[in-house]
């Protein structure tokens, strides 16, 4: 089949090169020249696991082309995806669909076939409606334009297999020709036994939305426990163990740590919000006001955990940071917990190295004031502490004695649970994480775990109200 794909962003770029990859040919349409150049040349303009290999080969075979003329998509082909961004209005919680808008309002007058417009961008429900409407003024007479809603689930860093091999397509038609059509898209997939929901356009348009807002519920719930442990002396990863074997529960989606970011999970769950009040169901959701808000609170304790590591001030302290991106495996830095916890420590003093394997570029045109190295032992060199912000398996890997000898003081934040905190401790790191009982171990003895209100006691000092504190010596 002849498709195309408007919107090359994380989306839309991925896609079509998965469609092509599956034997379709596919036009892809973006207004940013230089985006359309390199992804013309093979070349991926942003980090995913995968993705330049699947470009290179369906450039190469002419299965894959790119273009900035709408004119030319409406000569190509009669099936449409729409994968522009649908970015959090500056001026509310909602949704801002702009772009949605501006493709229809482009494409649909320049169509001269019956055609499909397959939204896959992210969209609060009721769009397919009022862009089916958007549709009916905007086309030829005689030409008849349809819309369907087929939302995506990919993962960064894993958007290609997802893509390729989803755990479920969704697709939201009026009339079963789309439907069809649809089928006949994704035929491979189906024929390898991915599962095909077919339901109407509202539900399509919910499930990407709940999905999202259901597992930013389950990261802050587990970050909720966390601050409980912490007040308690428990400990979050035994805890979030002995849940997630629980069928009824899982274990994934589990961990405590800085909590979530990126480009989709912060602004879904708020544009939900947002729908829900203009459906005046509001209160139905309201829970999710705690969830972002919980979310934003982790960040606030990594930088209090962190500044209490250094005896209460950051003035003057040189501070490692390892990882910027808001997940390991892209270099997406949107909305990343590791960024705004690198901006507020920089904001109080500190004189800030940051490493990063792949988002170095990024996070510095976002946050330009700290220095940004390649090399991890160098953004380590004389560090007072070490933030670990980023799960990148890179960091897991570190060996913590040698780590040690390069520091100035050998004091770890592991803000994301992902480290082996006994042998950082064998090596004689002072080692802090959220929902964890601080252990300050003797070389060849086992960890003693002190809990945050026993180690205030012994210091005698207490914390402002709200305030987590380490417990660490300083």
Not at 39 to 50: D, I, M, V
Not at 78 to 107: I, K
Not at 305 to 331: E, I, N, Q, Y
Not at 435 to 460: E, I
Request: net charge neutral; hydrophobic share 45%.
């Amino acid at each position: 089949m002849r498709l195309t794909v408007i919107g090359t962003g994380y989306l839309g770029a991925v896609h079509a090169a998965c469609m092509a990859d599956i034997g379709h040919e596919v036009l892809g349409v973006d207004t940013d020249t230089r985006k359309v150049e390199a992804l013309g040349a093979g070349r991926a303009p942003f980090f995913e696991p995968g993705l330049p290999e699947i470009l290179a080969r369906n450039t190469r075979s002419g299965r894959l082309r790119f273009t900035t003329s709408l004119q030319e998509a409406a000569d190509f082909a009669d099936v449409h995806f729409v994968c522009v961004g649908t970015p959090q209005r500056p001026d509310s919680l909602a949704a801002d669909l702009s772009h949605v808008d501006a493709v229809v309002d482009g494409l649909v007058p320049l169509l001269t076939r019956d055609s499909l417009i397959v939204g896959k961008s992210t969209v609060p429900v009721g769009t397919t409606r009022s862009l089916s409407r958007r549709v009916s003024a905007a086309a030829r007479p005689g030409v008849g334009v349809q819309v369907a809603w087929n939302p995506e689930f990919l993962r960064e860093g894993f958007a290609v297999q997802d893509t390729l091999r989803p755990d479920r397509l969704v697709v939201g038609a009026t009339a079963s020709h789309a439907d069809q059509l649809l089928r006949s898209v994704y035929e491979p997939m189906l024929r390898a036994g991915v599962v095909y929901i077919s339901t109407d356009p509202a539900t399509a348009e919910l499930v990407k939305v709940a999905a999202n807002s259901f597992l930013a519920t389950k990261i802050s719930f587990i970050n909720a426990m966390a601050e409980v442990c912490d007040a308690s002396g428990a400990d979050v990863v035994t805890l979030a163990d002995a849940l997630g074997h629980d069928a009824r529960i899982g274990r994934r989606f589990l961990s405590a740590g800085l909590g979530f970011g990126g480009g989709c999970l912060p602004k879904d769950v708020r544009a939900f919000l947002a729908r829900a009040e203009e459906l005046q169901v509001g209160d139905a959701v309201s829970f999710l006001r705690q969830v972002d808000r919980i979310n934003d609170r982790q960040r606030r304790r990594a930088v209090d955990f962190a500044r209490h590591l250094l005896g209460g001030a950051f003035a003057g302290r040189r501070v490692a940071v390892l990882g910027a991106t808001f997940k390991p495996d892209s270099d997406d830095v949107r909305d990343s917990p590791a960024l705004a916890v690198t901006a507020e420590i920089l904001a109080q003093g500190a004189d800030v190295r940051v490493h990063d394997p792949e988002g170095i570029d990024n996070a510095r045109a976002a946050l330009p004031g700290p220095a940004y190295c390649t090399d991890v032992m160098e953004v380590c060199r004389d560090a007072d502490v070490v933030l670990h912000l980023t799960e990148w398996r890179q960091y897991r890997a570190l060996d913590p004695a040698r780590l040690a000898e390069t520091v100035r003081a050998p004091r770890l934040l592991d803000a994301r649970n992902a480290l082996d905190q006994a042998a950082w401790q064998a090596a004689g790191w002072h080692v802090r994480a959220l929902g964890r009982p601080t252990s300050v171990p003797q070389p060849g003895q086992r960890a003693v775990h002190v809990t945050v209100s026993q180690a205030l006691g012994a210091a005698g000092t207490a914390p402002a109200p709200g305030d987590p504190v380490s417990g660490v010596p300083r």
